[in-house]
């Protein structure tokens, strides 16, 4: 095959509503990495002083939880996609794929 120069343009067909669902939890998601950096900065901080440490302990536990919350959102995105997806016209079928970097 004859390499001509010219590319084909990449083009992906999404609904609005699948937009409006992708931005909704990728701002979840920045909200949660958010908390998660809080949590640990707050407990990191609290351990250089005795008094504080077993707070300090507290809010790594919590920082755990949100780190188990992230692959929560990450799912509960994808199921909403399918739902929505499902919802839509069939004239594009293949939905666009997700990347291993996708928040």
Known sequence: MADTGET??????????ELVVRRRYEAASIANDVL???WFIAGSIMF????WTTTGTWCFLI????L??????????HVHLLK???????SHP????ESSQDY
Request: net charge positive.
């Open 36 to 38: 998660i950096a809080l």
């Open 48 to 51: 250089f002083f005795e008094r």
């Open 63 to 66: 920082g755990s939880i949100e």
């Open 8 to 17: 084909t343009p990449l083009v992906i067909h999404l609904g609005k509503e």
């Open 84 to 90: 929505v997806r499902s919802r839509g016209p069939r």
């Open 94 to 97: 293949a939905a666009p794929a």
């Open 68 to 77: 188990l919350i992230r692959p929560a959102i990450r799912l509960a995105r």
